[in-house]
């Protein structure tokens, strides 16, 4: 006889054949006289064997199962919420005038191309953007020089972004203005944190008096020039 493929239980006591549907039958399992059985999941091509050492009894009663509690009633524990009042200063200063003045200015174009208004983005200048926890734990207080957030309520202040006060939203856009003391940061550890952790769809980095520009767009496989 052929093995059914609807999901059923098929077991064989030697000579009598007996399935049980799996809708509507618990299974027991206890030590006895060898019997060979099969479990034939929906689809499945080859069988799951049962010991022969076990003998599998069907009951085709349903199961009372006692009623439980209402989500509502349920005894949710207490959860220690992540941190919310945040540093968003550590008095450090943009490198240069030139550092300073450009970031100004990319916020001032992107600002002015979408007609001075800021209600379906985030822009934000040298501000620190705080993505996990341990980030907070290690004091490792980071930002871009200069970050866009597509698509989210840009007129709320904000005096650094907190991806999980902002549902799990990183920026989109990000802009670093390079330095001798800072590029080498911007172009590795950043850069993978960028691609790997924020996801971050378009990179540049900006070298001083834009004697280079630099940018990735990611890609399935990450970054691309």
């Not at 220690?80 to 968003?88: A, F, G, H, I, Q």
Request: proline share 9%; aromatic share 12%; net charge negative.
């Amino acid at each position: 006889m052929p093995l059914p493929s609807d999901g059923r239980l098929v077991y064989n006591t030697g000579n009598v054949e007996y399935y049980a549907s799996r809708q509507r039958c618990s299974i027991s399992v206890r030590h006895t006289t060898p019997v060979v059985g099969y479990y034939v999941f929906p689809g499945q091509r080859e069988p799951y064997c049962v010991p022969s050492h076990l003998e599998v009894h069907a009951m085709t009663e349903t199961p009372v199962l006692e009623p439980g509690l209402t989500i509502d009633e349920l005894p949710w524990p207490e959860i220690d919420l992540p941190p919310t009042e945040l540093p968003y200063d550590d008095g450090d200063k943009m490198e240069s005038p030139w550092h300073f003045g450009n970031a100004a200015l990319l916020v001032a174009n992107y600002v002015a191309a979408r007609g001075g208004r800021r209600d379906d983005y985030f822009i934000g200048a040298n501000m620190f953007v705080y993505f996990s926890l341990q980030q907070v734990r290690n004091r490792d207080y980071r930002g871009p020089d200069v970050f866009i957030v597509k698509h989210v309520d840009g007129t709320r202040p904000r005096l650094s972004w907190i991806t999980w006060m902002e549902d799990g939203r990183y920026p989109d856009v990000i802009f670093e203005l390079l330095s001798p003391s800072t590029e080498q940061a911007d172009l590795n550890d950043k850069k993978q944190i960028y691609e790997q952790t924020f996801r971050t769809a378009e990179y540049f980095c900006i070298a001083p008096e834009v004697e280079r520009l630099l940018g990735w767009r990611r890609e399935r496989q990450g970054y691309v020039p």
